[in-house]
């Protein structure tokens, strides 16, 4: 038989065995074959996209600080198949551990050829996975379901943050060292970054754009970044509305949810999912800027974490497409440069929600890179995490310290005389790190550095003020 007729003959058998085929009900044959029933509220389908094969091993931070394949992405997602198929218990200590031994950083998305959705995977299996992890758990009850998604609360904790530093509690508790034995006693560790004193107004329900009007925008405040880095929202809105962005910020002040989220703590993030969905409803927006990494990695998931929410899960996808970073929505909407110069050194720090979450690498640096004056510099392994990791620093501080201590090591030697980040996790964890090894060496937001740029003169680090005189 010749090869064209063979291949006639092939496609024509093939032809009448794809009915068959696309008729056949998988999930019956494998139990029928006795493979165990997939337990509820994990994709198989996402985990079974991990083909095993270890490209993304040299990227995780775990694995190169454990040195155990437990606690690599590959042997995550091989625990999680086995728990979800029922050969491992969701609640045995082991498993526990590897689990919430993850940072989530992602960065074995990043360097993943088959594209596994491992920080989705991760999440669901959180969500079924009670944490062994004394702290773990009482970080739990104060912070992502006590603290964060009540704004008086916080407002409350805010006040008692800046009275603290008033009184230079936290410098004599990093002196002392008492830090370390207080119950979330990292808190007193942070360096005295944000807003000393805050406007006691928030931001105004609309700031209007300037010049031609190019867009309408709504503006995530968020929780922690408003209270502690008010001013950084409000130069985010400066930046927006000198490129002609009218700039809309919702009347209720809401938590996204993102580290509800990374912790598996389902309900609640699925509820402050919601809350944000409706904060930003019928406001007739062309996109929906946040200048968090963690937050806007989080609300472009709305689509998997309102799947369960009939009221919402139809309109969750087309409002997480609307959602931007601050730097990817002005770089795409053509940046206006701006005219005062900053003569430094700058190097950027790629928080990880962003760079392995969203994504967005290049439009942060393209955004340094047009103000006057700035040298922008690269420091080895910018996108490693930095052991902030939501609450990770404060439920895993030994692996988080040896992060940051990578981190550190890598700025001091770029030579860099301001940081710039994108997330008040990592500003808030690097400054930490940096002053702890008597560097003194400011972290501030990209959109600080474009906000003085463009006029503003608050809270500029002294380096900076002398940088612009």
Known sequence: MGSSTRAASWAGSSGALMPEIASLDFKAQLQRDGVPSPAAGIDMDLVRDCIHCGLCLPKCPTFRSLHHEGDSPRGRMWQIKEATLGLVAFDDPRFQAHVYQCLNCRACETACPSGVQFGTVMEMARAKTPPQ???????????????????????????????????????????????????????????????????????????PGQGTRRARVGLLTGCIQDEMFRGTNRRTALALARNGCDVVVPSARVCCGALASHAGEAK?????????????????????????????????????????????????????????????FLVSLGLLPPTRPIRLKVAYQDPCHLVHGQKVYQQPRQVLSMI??????????????????????????????????????????????????????????????????????????????????????????????????
């Not at 409706?278 to 968090?292: C, H, K, P, T, Y």
């Not at 988080?400 to 990592?426: F, H, M, T, Y």
Request: aromatic share 6%.
């Open 372 to 469: 006057p004056g700035i040298e922008l510099v690269e420091m080895k392994e910018s996108d490693w995490c930095c052991g902030s990791a939501g609450v990770y620093n404060l439920t895993h501080p030994e692996i988080s310290e040896e992060a940051l201590g990578w981190k550190v090591r890598n700025i001091i030697d770029s030579g860099a005389q301001v940081i710039a980040s994108a997330n008040p996790g990592c500003v808030l964890q690097v400054g930490m790190g940096l002053q702890r090894a008597g560097q003194d060496i400011p972290v501030v937001h990209v959109m600080d550095l474009l906000g003085w740029a463009y006029g503003d003169d608050e809270q500029r680090p002294p380096i900076v003020r002398r940088a612009m005189a």
């Open 133 to 207: 992890n004394r702290r773990d758990r009482r970080v739990r009850a104060l912070l992502l379901n006590g603290l964060l998604p009540h704004p008086g609360r916080l407002r409350l904790a805010g006040w008692l943050y800046r009275a603290t530093r008033a009184l230079r509690l936290p410098a004599l508790l990093r002196r002392s060292g008492a830090w370390k034995v207080l119950p979330l006693g990292k808190f007193a560790a942070f360096p005295p970054v944000g807003d000393a004193r805050p406007r006691r107004t928030p931001l105004p329900a609309l700031t």
């Open 268 to 328: 609640t993030a699925e509820r402050l999912a919601g809350l944000t969905m409706d904060a930003f409803a019928g406001q007739g927006l062309d996109a929906v800027v946040v200048n968090a990494a963690g937050c806007g990695s989080n609300m472009k998931e709305y689509e998997v974490q309102l799947r369960n929410d009939a009221g919402r899960r139809e309109a969750a996808p087309s409002f997480s497409h609307t959602v931007k970073d601050a730097s990817e």
